[in-house]
């Protein structure tokens, strides 16, 4: 299916041009929370683009419909639906990473890039394009959660997925793991890290 520009924007804006995180600097409590471990954030990230994109598409579906003065309770409520979902399926199928998750799946009902998107996105626009925005959002903050576990798993644990990627020869010959990539002040070093490379390849943004 042939995308027309605006569409193609709601996709791709926020990967890199219109990213949630490094641009509109949402999201950031998660981000820092569960990137220590390169696992729990892709299922993070996929758990945010499943209940983004379709709490987008059923609120653009019901944004004539819902009165103004209660839109943010009905969005709340659609969103806690969809997560309550998404942690019941991780219970059942991905018991282990639902516990190292913890409390941050069910911290979805706050996350502002959702609320954000719903409010400046969903209710104006029809299902398709509200969709696309979802996906588009989602994969963008995903993007940056698994670009920081994959360096905090790395040079935390020297590890990713779980699996020894660091040779034993190297902790033989005196390599250590750097044990403060995976405190929580590391995580937003490189978040901010990640954010000055953004913008300095990205002069047009340095103004935003």
């Known amino acids: 299916m042939m995308l027309s520009k605006r569409n193609k924007e709601a996709l791709f804006n926020p990967l890199s041009k219109d990213n949630p995180v490094l641009v509109q600097i949402l999201g950031i409590c998660s981000t820092l929370a569960v990137t220590a471990k390169l696992e729990p954030a892709i299922v993070m990230g996929i758990s945010v683009i499943a209940v983004l994109a379709i709490s987008n598409v059923v609120i653009s579906l019901l944004r004539k419909t819902i009165p103004t003065s209660i ?8 969103v806690a639906a969809l997560v309550i979902i998404v942690q019941q399926v991780l219970r059942a199928y991905a018991y282990d990473v639902s516990l190292q998750l913890s409390v941050f799946i069910g911290l979805i009902i706050t996350n502002c890039i959702l609320m954000g998107r719903l409010e400046a996105f969903a209710l104006s626009n029809k299902p398709w394009p ?4 979802g996906i588009g959002n989602g994969l963008g903050y ?8 994959f360096f905090r798993e790395l040079l935390g644990s020297g590890t990713l997925l779980n699996y020894q990627v660091i040779p034993q020869w190297c902790y033989d010959h005196g390599y250590m793991n750097n044990g403060l990539m995976i405190l929580p002040p590391m995580a937003l070093i490189t978040v901010g890290c990640i954010i000055w490379v953004h913008r300095s390849r990205n002069k047009d943004l340095q103004e935003k």
């Open 142 to 149: 995903m993007i940056i959660l698994v670009i920081v576990a």
């Open 130 to 133: 509200a969709f696309l925005d």
């Open 71 to 78: 839109r943010i309770i009905v969005q709340l409520v659609v």
